[in-house]
C-alpha cells in the first residue's frame, strides 16, 4: 500500500485500503465513504459481498451517516435490533456485528466513514 500512497491512483489505493482493513479486522464487509454537500455519503471504496453499495444515507438514515454526521463511532452488536435505525443492507447481507468510525481530514471539515460489518 505505502508504494499505493506514493505513486498510484487514489482509487486503487482507496480500494486497497478497504481491503486491508477488512482484512485486519477479520470482517467480510468493509467501504470508506465521503460526505456530500447534501449529507449523503458516497462509497469510494468498497470490499465484501455483493452489490457494492454505492451511497448511504446521511444522519440517523444509515449508521455511517450517523457517524460521519455525529462524529462518533457507532457499533452496532445486533444488526436486526439496532435502534434508532435498522442496518437493512447489514441484515440483508446476513452480516449480525456493525460499525462505522468517522473521520475528518485535517484541511477540510467534509467527514467521511469507514463501515465495517461482520457475520460474527
Do not use: H, K, N
Request: charged share 15%; aromatic share 4%; with cysteine.
Amino acid at each position: 500500500m505505502s508504494q499505493l500512497a506514493v505513486g498510484g491512483d487514489l482509487d486503487e489505493l482507496l480500494a486497497a485500503a478497504a481491503g486491508a482493513a477488512a482484512a485486519l479486522m477479520g470482517v467480510q464487509c468493509s467501504s470508506i465513504a465521503q460526505m456530500s454537500d447534501d449529507g449523503e455519503l458516497a462509497v469510494l471504496a468498497y470490499r465484501g459481498p455483493e452489490p457494492s453499495p454505492t451511497t448511504f444515507a446521511p444522519g440517523r438514515g444509515s449508521q455511517p451517516g450517523y457517524a460521519a454526521a455525529s462524529g462518533a463511532v457507532i457499533v452496532c452488536a445486533d444488526a436486526g435490533s439496532m435502534t434508532p435505525w435498522t442496518p437493512r443492507r447489514a441484515v440483508a447481507r446476513a452480516l449480525r456485528c456493525c460499525w462505522s468510525i468517522s473521520t475528518t481530514s485535517r484541511s477540510s471539515t467534509t467527514a467521511s466513514a469507514m463501515p465495517a460489518a461482520t457475520t460474527r
